[in-house]
């Protein structure tokens, strides 16, 4: 059974930073393509990075504040997000994906259950 857990969200002000992780477990994570995809209040769920075994992958609004990193000795992908502002606010998920069809294409049971992140002073 894959199972996607984030962590590391949590409440922090602007100018802050935080690092998600997310464990998983019951597929082959070493060669798995995974991203991370946010959805914020009333809005529809947004891609943000994708890491797999030779690259990574950004959409353009995230570059230079996020980094997607994993370890594949943990099974653990990573999230740094760095320079926070309130309009990040939004639950975090990791899934089983690449690029920005994670959002369209990777069914929701390859989807973690989410971490909440909420910027604001």
């Known amino acids: 059974e894959v199972q996607l857990v984030e962590s590391g969200g949590g409440m922090v002000q602007p100018g802050g930073s935080l690092r998600l992780s997310c464990a998983a477990s019951g597929f082959d994570f070493r060669y798995s393509s995974m991203s991370w995809v946010r959805q914020a209040p009333g809005k529809g769920p947004e891609w943000i990075a994708s890491s797999n075994v030779a690259s990574v992958a950004y959409a353009d609004s995230f570059k230079g504040r996020f980094t997607i990193s994993r370890d594949n000795t943990k099974n653990t992908l990573y999230l740094q997000m760095n320079s926070l502002k309130p309009e990040v606010t939004a639950l975090y998920y990791c899934?089983?994906?690449?690029?920005?069809?994670?959002?369209?294409?990777?069914?929701?049971?390859?989807w973690g259950q989410g971490t909440q992140v909420t910027v604001s002073s």
């Open positions: 899934a089983r994906g690449w690029g920005i069809t994670t959002v369209t294409s990777t069914p929701r049971h390859y």
